[in-house]
């Protein structure tokens, strides 16, 4: 059992957590050194609006410049204070303040020596042991002349109205993680009811249930996996019944020479037989031991057909000089039956297969039309223009419609079948040459086998 906090659920929602986390960390911090860079910018542009007062206080010569001066700065925001400051014997002095204590101190706060290149100094500074902002504007414009107006304001406020609109977002911030956090929950107990959907069924197909699985109505990969899944349950169940008949019929065909071989040995060895029949039951033994033999032989080389590969060696071969020479090697059991054999078409098609199973695989379908053949078999190859077909055909009395689904299986044989291996040792051949084959009757009488082999097969000895 996965435990909880190894759960993809747990995972997930931490790892969401920890991106929104991040996210809020790097977006608080950004945006709050924006924010107080934007207060203190929009602090030394009100500072600044207020030297259009001061430089009005000089435009009438006649005005006493300090007592307009004064009076002009006593309009000023209340938040804000001034420092007329006096240059005197290379000190700096407070000559007017709103602070009347400090008329006549010096004047702490460092300014420099000129204003050249910068025609309003500004920054951040302790003066009388408070952080201020402060805007020095100078009487008289080009460099440090007597006098000297610092407008400053309180930085704390500046750093409060910061902090204050920061909580406010922050808030605003909280709340959007909160809700993005039950959307995430949301999501993934979505995202994770399919895994234990296709878990339970997992554990079924592991215990050999191969009952159909559900499909998972997702209509995304969790849909197209579950009907990946259902499908491979389906093959599975149909290979599962298909090793149970084979076992069933395997048992059965080796069984039946088996209980002969034993009777007629026990027979002879009790003295039940005598004279010929002793001879009639050592023939029916070596007959019924021949055939037992040749069912494990074709088992055997069914299951290498099926397993393994090493055994299949392609190689370019020609079909228009290749059916010829099969047809040479049943022209015995041919003229047994007295059947005709009718080769109707012959293209010289070039794939690439394993000569010699495809000879025995051919064989066997040729061997199977003279079983059940009256007059004559047929055989023809058709290119075509990215496969090739082989056909072959008998006149006989045609495939049953209740066989023609099991025809190719393993010990599933007609009336006058032999060991029910045959067809499906072709069809193995068949598809290890990468090809398919088909089962189905001709008009007016007959069946009809057909091989379709593709071209784009390469050989194991050719470039890639």
Same mark, same amino acid.
């Given at each position: ?24 960390? +790097? ?48 309009? +000023? ?5 001034? @420092? $007329? ?30 204003? !050249? ?29 007597? %006098? ?12 409060? +109205? ?94 039946? /020479? ?6 007629? !040995? ?13 001879? =009639? ?8 031991? *021949? ?22 060696? /392609? ?5 228009? =000089? $290749?059916?010829?020479?099969? $047809?040479?090697? +049943? ?14 078409? $012959? ?5 690439? *297969? ?6 025995? !695989? ?9 079983? @059940? !053949? ?31 689904? %099991? ?19 072709? %069809? ?8 398919? *084959? ?12 057909? *091989?379709?082999? /593709? ?10």
């Amino acid at each position: 059992m996965v435990r909880l906090w190894n759960s993809i659920r747990v995972k997930l929602l931490l790892s969401h957590l920890l991106i929104a986390f991040l996210v809020l960390v +790097i977006s608080g911090s950004t945006f709050f050194t924006f924010l107080r860079n934007y207060t203190i910018d929009n602090a030394y542009q009100g500072l600044l609006q207020q030297d259009r007062i001061l430089r009005d206080s000089f435009i009438d010569d006649r005005l006493d410049p300090n007592r307009q001066l004064i009076f002009r700065i006593a309009r +000023i925001n209340a938040v804000s204070e001034f @420092y $007329l400051v006096n240059v005197k014997s290379g000190g700096m002095f407070v000559e007017q303040t709103n602070d009347t204590s400090m008329q006549g101190q010096p004047f702490m706060l460092q300014l420099g020596n000129t204003f !050249a290149g910068e025609e309003y100094p500004r920054g951040i500074g302790q003066l009388a042991g408070r952080s201020i902002l402060y805007v020095a504007v100078p009487v008289q414009k080009g460099r440090l002349s007597q %006098r000297v107006i610092v407008l400053t304001t309180d930085a704390y406020q500046v750093d409060r +109205i910061t902090k204050e609109i920061f909580f406010v977002l922050l808030r605003g911030f909280l709340l959007t993680v909160a809700v993005i956090l039950i959307i995430v929950f949301i999501l993934v107990r979505q995202l994770v009811k399919p895994i234990h959907t296709m878990g339970a069924a997992v554990k079924r197909v592991a215990l050999r249930d191969f009952n159909p699985t559900p499909i998972i109505r997702t209509n995304d990969e969790w849909e197209q996996l579950s009907r990946a899944f259902h499908q491979m349950v389906e093959s599975l169940r149909q290979y599962n019944e298909g090793q149970r008949r084979f076992l069933q019929h395997a048992s059965h065909e080796l069984k039946t /020479p088996l209980m002969s071989i034993q009777g007629y !040995a026990e027979g002879i060895r009790d003295g039940l037989f005598q004279g010929d029949e002793i001879n =009639e039951g050592l023939e029916i033994i070596s007959s019924e031991s *021949i055939r037992l033999k040749k069912i494990v032989d074709e088992l055997i080389y069914l299951s290498k057909l099926e397993t393994l590969d090493d055994i299949y060696n /392609p190689q370019q071969v020609d079909l228009g =000089e $290749l059916i010829p020479d099969i $047809l040479a090697r +049943i022209g015995s059991l041919t003229k047994q039956k007295g059947l005709s054999v009718n080769v109707t078409q $012959l293209d010289h098609a070039v794939v690439v *297969i394993d000569r010699d199973k495809l000879t025995q !695989a051919i064989v066997n379908l040729l061997s199977n039309a003279v079983r @059940y !053949a009256l007059n004559e078999v047929g055989i023809s190859v058709i290119k075509q223009a990215d496969r090739t077909l082989i056909q072959v055909w008998d006149d006989g009395a045609g495939i049953d419609e209740t066989d023609r689904d %099991r025809i190719f299986e393993r010990f599933y044989h007609g009336h006058k079948g032999d060991t029910g291996l045959g067809l499906a040792i072709t %069809r193995a051949i068949v598809e290890k040459s990468e090809g398919r *084959i088909e089962a189905s009757n001709r008009l007016p009488a007959g069946a009809l086998f057909q *091989i379709s082999l /593709p071209h784009r097969r390469r050989a194991n000895n050719e470039g890639s």
